[in-house]
Every structure is written in C-alpha cells, then in structure tokens.
C-alpha cells in the first residue's frame, strides 16, 4: 500500500537567489529543430563507423551504433525535445540550459542493448570521447519505449539534462552536490544526510536506494529524478514495483510528503518541464516518427 502523508520540515535557508545567465549558444541553436536520423558530423568521426547515427536538438547530440532501431533513436530525440521545450511552441523554455548543454558537449550514446554497448566500447577508445570534452548519458534502445515496461528515456535523458543543463544554470537549488536545494531535500527524504548509502535507512524515509555504487551526487540525480517526475505523473502506477526504493510517487504524495522539493522543482523561475514528455514532440518543423518512417 502506498504511504500515508508526513510532511517534510522546509528549512529556512531555501529562498536562493536566481542568478542571472549568458547565453552561450550560438543562435543557431534556436533554429527549429526537423528530426532526422544523419551520418555521424566531422568532429565525431573518430567514433565511425562503431557508431553511425546522429540527430542534434539545439546542439545536443545523440549517437547511435548500427544495431539501434531508428525508431528508438527518433523516440528519445522526441524526449529530449520535449523536456527542453516543454510547451512545444518550437523555442526551447531556457536558452541558458541550451548554452549549458552546449558548452559541456552534451551526448546522449544509444545502443541496441547493454551488450551492443559493450562491444562498441571494446572497439573504440572510450576516453576519447572525454578527452575531447563530451559528457554523455548512455541508453540502451531495448529499454527505450518497451512495449509493456517503463520508458527509460524519461530517466536517462533527464539525467543528462539535469546534470549538464539545469543544475548547472540553478547550481543553489538543483547542483547535484551537497548543499544545493534539493540535495538538501534529499536528505529529509532519506532520514538524514549520508554520504554513503547506509545499510539501513531510518523510519520514515521515503527515498531509500540502495545500490551501493551510488555515491552522493548519483543518489541526487536519482533523487531529483523521482521527484520531479512525479510531480509530472510519470510514476503514479508503479508504487508496487519502485515502492521499495521511492514512495512519493504521486503529484499528491509529493505535495503532502515531500513539500520542500515540490516547492523547488514548481519554482516557475526555474522553467522545468511541467509536463511529462510522451516521445510526440508537437512542436514546429518537426517530421514524426510516422512520416520518416515513409521517406
């Protein structure tokens, strides 16, 4: 059964300041986007041919090897474009998470499966793609839009976001580090601040991952993840298989049980998407999977 309300205590040092970004981004950026798989750009070709498929949304770049499905790689574009524009007019909500995104070299890698994966990886040097600047978020093309289980693009692409774009335009209410906003909600989420995961959360925690390679920052990002997506009723049928690990997995739990992330992850300063993202990116210039499917 899922959890009866406790609300959280909101300390009182949560009002930060929204400090004022530049745009790095070229203009370019904010063209409208037209969704179309193409062959990998020079500046990538050092990964060809292990991966050979590439789509950009607003200079946020997602490969992809020969074994994934084009549908699933034009399934997590659409994600990724309707988390950056949540309203879907064609312009993204925050041209200072694009600059970010844009900056850090932000890359969504897709294979086939976990195993595609690790083959690719076996083929090519891994650390060059560090080496050149890239940050990256993997997601595997089995696990992308599964016929009967959760979409792990919603997860995956927003950790990207978060982690490169979002946390680093809001760093006092969304750095995944201690001391942000919401890692301070982490922490009365988890019954205390832990810089490691205990063997044991207390009583009335209701965030209460467990997987010990998660150091601190891994378990904000989870975190955040969980909250802001339920805020947006992405997990409001899942309770009896993430219960073990989330519990305020309905808008309604989250207002009653975790008030202070509810209040940061609403803040309408911080323009996160206020809608779930459902793969049918509505807005201009866009093809959809039905039409490139025919072309």
Same mark, same amino acid.
């Given at each position: ?18 400090e ?15 969704? #179309? ?12 041919p292990h ?21 699933k ?10 988390y ?72 995956e ?17 969304? #750095? ?5 906003a919401?890692a ?5 989420? #988890? ?19 467990? =997987?010990w390679?998660?150091?601190y ?9 969980w ?20 519990r ?11 008030d ?6 609403? =803040? ?28």
């Open positions: 059964s899922e959890p009866s309300p406790t609300t959280s205590t909101i300390p009182s040092t949560t009002s930060a300041t929204i004022e970004t530049s745009s790095l981004a070229n203009e370019d950026y904010f063209q409208e986007i037209n969704i #179309r798989i193409t062959s990998l750009p020079e500046t990538l070709d050092f990964l060809s991966f050979s498929k590439h789509l950009d949304i607003w200079g946020t770049k997602i490969i992809a090897t020969p074994k994934t499905p084009d549908e790689v034009i399934h997590a574009a659409n994600i990724l474009a309707e950056l524009d949540n309203d879907e007019d064609g312009i993204p909500d925050d041209d200072s998470v694009i600059s970010a995104l844009v900056k850090n070299k932000s890359m969504i890698t897709m294979a086939a499966t976990e195993l595609d994966f690790e083959e690719t990886l076996d083929k090519i040097d891994g650390f060059e793609i560090f080496d050149q600047g890239f940050t990256v978020q993997d997601l595997y093309g089995d696990e992308t839009a599964p016929e009967y289980a959760f979409d792990a693009s919603l997860e692409v927003h950790h990207l976001i978060l982690n490169y774009g979002w946390g680093e335009v809001y760093p006092d209410q969304l #750095r995944q580090e201690a001391g942000s919401i301070d909600a982490m922490d009365i989420a #988890r019954g205390g601040r832990f810089d490691s995961t205990p063997s044991q959360y207390p009583d009335g925690a209701w965030f209460t991952y467990d =997987d390679t998660c150091e920052e891994c378990m904000v990002t989870e975190y955040t993840y909250a802001h997506t339920s805020l947006l009723g992405g997990q409001a049928d899942r309770f009896d298989e993430i219960g073990h690990e989330w305020a997995n309905t808008p309604e739990l989250m207002r009653s049980i975790d202070y992330a509810t209040s940061i992850l609403q =803040d309408p300063r911080l323009k996160l998407p206020k809608s779930l993202p459902d793969g049918n990116y509505r807005g201009m210039g866009l093809s959809t999977v039905d039409e490139l499917a025919t072309t």
